[in-house]
């Protein structure tokens, strides 16, 4: 229980660290920062970013991981202990994406599969329809 309380993510930079280090089988703190800027669109001091790694790292939950192309570069994987820990922090956040996703989710009306961002929009009898695809749209025209 303690664990939670010594290392606080409480910023959209950290958690996407925390994605970051969950997705990757090694990292770097600089690919971390480049990652940052492009993915998020904002700049993380490299303080800032070592810093959390340095916590990260004394608390055990990533290792160093020697980069064989660089003597300078030292990359960075979750620990078993790391990857708990990040799973933890992912369900926390999961209710908040949820809601935020949930208002921008359209159903599809043939088959009822959720869409989110990509998905077909036809106009039916003067009505405008979503479906995840054409051939449900041709489905649903055959069956209405």
């Known amino acids: 229980m303690g664990e939670e309380h010594k290392i606080k993510v409480q ?3 950290r ?4 994605m970051l280090l969950k997705s990757e089988k090694k990292i770097t703190g600089y690919s971390i920062i480049k ?3 492009k993915d998020l669109g904002t700049t993380a001091s490299p303080t800032y970013v070592y810093d959390f790694l340095k916590q990260l790292k004394a608390e055990g ?3 160093d991981i020697p980069t064989p ?3 300078r570069a030292q990359g960075f994987r979750l620990t078993p ?3 708990e820990f990040t799973d933890r922090i992912f369900l926390r956040f999961n209710n908040l994406i949820e809601v935020a ?3 921008k989710l359209k159903i599809c009306a043939s088959c009822g599969v959720k869409l989110y961002d990509d998905y077909y ?3 039916i009898e003067g009505k405008e329809y979503n479906f995840c695809c054409k051939h449900c749209a041709k489905a649903y025209k055959i069956d209405k």
């Open 35 to 37: 990652r940052l800027e």
């Open 61 to 63: 939950y990533i290792k």
């Open 101 to 103: 996703i949930q208002s």
């Open 81 to 83: 202990e790391g990857s």
């Open 121 to 123: 929009s036809e106009v």
């Open 15 to 18: 958690f996407y660290i925390l």
């Open 69 to 71: 192309k660089s003597k």
């Open 11 to 13: 910023s959209l930079t």
